[in-house]
């Protein structure tokens, strides 16, 4: 590897964005907002301003000598046969699988007693790379009836959050079975015996457009199989109760319909409707939005639930539902030191547990008293641990920074685990190293951190190092594989992932202590991570590239305004970063639990004008080489967030580093993308970062 860091002469030339005069007042303080017009996202003008941003962006990709290299390695190493774990609906086996390349993977299916390979060769149920011809439309969802005779099924165009629901019969899914049911979002589908089925739903946005417009009322809706849409009866939701998010859910017992209603993205109230008796009334168990209530089993006469209500942890309670307040419960699991979430399978909960964001897995009996340790073969991170209730064998998936994806038998009696089927992916795990340190934030809070690279890489300051993050929402960022990074690694890259507050990985009280007035130390614990790397010569701000998605777009934003000095190169990917206005799209007003807003008190006004990226972009300033990336078709954080910052960078950068913008058209937030544009951003953010990190020559292969 070549390394030099005159990777960049002179600045590109950036289209001009146009600055209007909008301004808002908050508290009677005035704020401008000169790139408002960026927020409409279906007009001409913006369409144009995409357009050459997209142009300036690839005049900068395209010097870069090695950027076909890497796409041709990268297509090499991910053209494997992939194939999930199986799952039996009725009298089939399903499982997805893709042949290496294929833009999506296939829904395929065998007779359940079948002993032959799984491959989609003859036994394709659904094939997604028909649904368009560019591969955009994906498959976001299907539920089988119970006996597994009817099939619905979820279409997501463009990567959008507003989907269609086809139904079909399992003996003819190419055929569906009436007209498809439209403007879906935000919903799972579940069976009421064959009859129907549940879903969820927003009216569209009157204002805004469709991708923009606020959405706030959700509506839990059934559908009778045979009958229009227009019929559809609402069940839960709307102007008389109006709640955010809503689902629905048939326990599998087919005896209750269980409705969790949240008004933000934690905390829910939970209700029971008795599906045994016609017209039974819709009960709630659970009063508030503090605690998370979720079902996980049904018997007869009782609801078993997962809550943190007296437990930040989560804990396994029985509700009869005879009496069925929260006094009543009864406890079949304890909380424990780290958090929990309850599964089920083979007449056995499996309590998923993170000790320092790894994974155990313990069997528990049915009254909880009988407890044993599931055997996992490594540390990392174990998924899918459950099945149905009296399923006689499981199926989980292990992996860690090094091990691919790998699938395992479980037989839940004689808890007994064995090898599956191994990835058959170009990848020799044995030549590269992931272990965990724990470092200590700006507060004295210790945070653990993977880092990866490859045997024998010596410490020398110079590593090109990728520092990725997210901190938010209670979502754990635990060990796993990924293709993409192979081709940062295996040319002597190094992957540091910390566990920063804001995610769950610790727990309730770890999340809080990244949200609203404390969403400071999720900042503190990123700029944390990269000095333990500076101290420990793994690398230097020079060889530093700071990477988060959506909420941790939001992390790289931020820190890049607020130490802008500190990394090299910046991927802020279809980030939160007008923080001021973020509450005003979509179904963004959910995200104020862990936010605040700017209405919200002249205090959190204040404290989000003072890290909100757009807004704290400053004159004069040298940024990092900076890439940022969108959709237009991203209707969760909508583009417009990354339009401005860009359009803010542009306009300030006070040194020849570059910063553009590369806008994936028909594209979402990131789910459904096809394989060939997975590939290709992956691979102009790895070469961007190599290039400006001064890297002229990718290492020689042995």
Known sequence: MVLSMAASAQAPQYPVTTKGNTVDTYFGQTVADPYRWLEDDRSAQTAEW????????????????????????????????????????????????????????????????????????????????????????????????????????????????????????????????EDTLRDVKFSGLSWRGNEGFYYSSYDKPKSGSALSGKTSEHKLYFHKLGTPQSQDVLVFGGSATPRRYIGGGVTEN?????????????????????????????????????????????????????????????????????????????????ERPYPITVGTGGGFFFVNGLKDALSVVDRVSVDGKEVVSVPLPGQGTVSGVGGKWNARELYFSFTNAVTPGTQYRYAPRANAVELYRASSIDFNSADYVSYQVFYTSKDGTKVPMMITHKKGLKYTKKNPTILYGYGGFGVNLTPSFSTSYVVWLENGGVLAIPNLRGGGEYGEAWHKAGTQLQKQNVF????????????????????????????????????????????????????????LRYHTFTAGAGWAYDYGTSEQSEEMFRYLLGYSPVHNVKKGTCYPATLVTTADHDDRVVPAHSFKFAAELQDKQACTNPVVIRIETNAGHGAGKPTAMVIEEAIDKFAFAFWHMGVKSLPKKK
């Open 50 to 177: 995409v357009a050459a941003q997209n142009r300036a962006t690839q005049s900068v990709l395209e010097p870069i000598s090695y950027r076909k290299e890497l796409r041709d390695r990268l297509t090499t190493v991910w053209n494997y046969e992939k194939v999930s774990t199986p799952f039996t609906e009725g009298d089939y086996t399903y499982f997805y699988y893709n042949s290496g390349l294929q833009s999506q993977s296939v829904l395929a299916r065998m007779k359940a007693k079948s002993t032959g390979k799984m491959t989609a060769e003859g036994n394709v149920f659904l094939d997604p790379n028909a649904f368009s011809k560019d591969g955009t439309t994906s498959l976001a969802g299907i539920e089988f009836s119970p006996d597994g005779t009817y099939a619905a099924y979820q279409l997501s165009e463009g990567g959008s959050d507003w989907r269609k629901v086809v139904i079909v019969h399992t003996d003819n899914p190419e055929r569906p079975l």
């Open 254 to 334: 087919g005896a209750f319909l269980v409705i969790t209603a949240a008004v933000s993205t934690t905390g829910n109230e939970l209700y029971v409707q008795d599906l045994r008796s016609p017209n039974a009334p819709i009960v709630r168990l659970f009063e508030g939005f503090e605690f998370e209530n979720n079902p996980v089993h049904a018997d007869g006469q009782s609801l078993y639930l997962q809550t943190t209500w007296g437990a930040p942890n989560g804990r396994l309670m029985r509700c009869f539902l005879d009496r069925p307040d929260p006094s009543q419960w009864e406890e079949i699991i304890a």
């Open 524 to 579: 503190d614990d990123f700029v944390a991570a990269a000095e333990y790397l500076f101290a420990q010569k793994i690398t230097s701000s020079k060889y530093l590239a700071l990477s988060g998605g959506s909420n941790g777009g939001l992390l790289v934003g931020a820190v890049v305004t607020q130490r802008p000095e500190l990394a090299r190169v910046a991927f802020p990917a279809v980030g939160v970063l007008d923080m």
